[in-house]
């Protein structure tokens, strides 16, 4: 089994995180997940975890993306951005994982575990988000 340990959860974002854990693991045992149950369970993180940009900030990010060399693309710190909820959404459903355990200790450390049902499975830094949205630090992640 593949695991994300990490560290920095705070006390009172806990139980967020294993409400957050269980909703995910619900909607892909039923193949959907609910958008409008995740946006309840990560309350104000909706929108600040997220990138909500305005058309023109979508287009001058575009036009930023368009001049930059492809082969530079990935590396210009400027054309970084958060994830957009829905392409999250979709890449948490999409990810060929089954989500077996989070553990969460007192001390904000824990894992979450899971298998990969493929490899590549995808949605691995998507999986990463459940932990960093409540203040989690990625320790180790040992899939593949």
């Known amino acids: 089994m593949a695991k994300i340990t990490f560290s920095g959860i705070a006390k009172e974002d806990i139980s967020g995180l294993r409400d957050l ?5 619900s909607g892909k045992d039923s193949g959907i997940i609910n958008q409008e149950l995740i946006k ?3 309350r104000g993180r909706y929108q600040t975890h997220f990138w909500w940009p305005s058309e023109r900030e979508k287009a001058e990010w575009l036009d930023r993306w368009d001049a930059t060399p492809p082969e530079k693309r990935h590396d210009d710190p400027t054309l970084k951005i958060p ?9 948490i459903e999409n990810a060929d994982i089954d989500n077996k355990d989070l553990v969460v200790n007192d001390n904000g ?9 493929s490899h590549p499975s995808g949605g691995l830094e998507a999986t990463e988000q459940v932990i960093k949205m409540f203040g989690g630090v990625i320790e180790e992640n040992n899939a593949i």
């Open 109 to 117: 450390t824990g894992k979450l575990i899971f298998d990969q049902l």
């Open 21 to 25: 854990f269980a909703c995910i693991q």
């Open 40 to 42: 309840a369970v990560i």
């Open 83 to 91: 994830w957009d909820f829905g392409s999250w959404i979709d890449a």
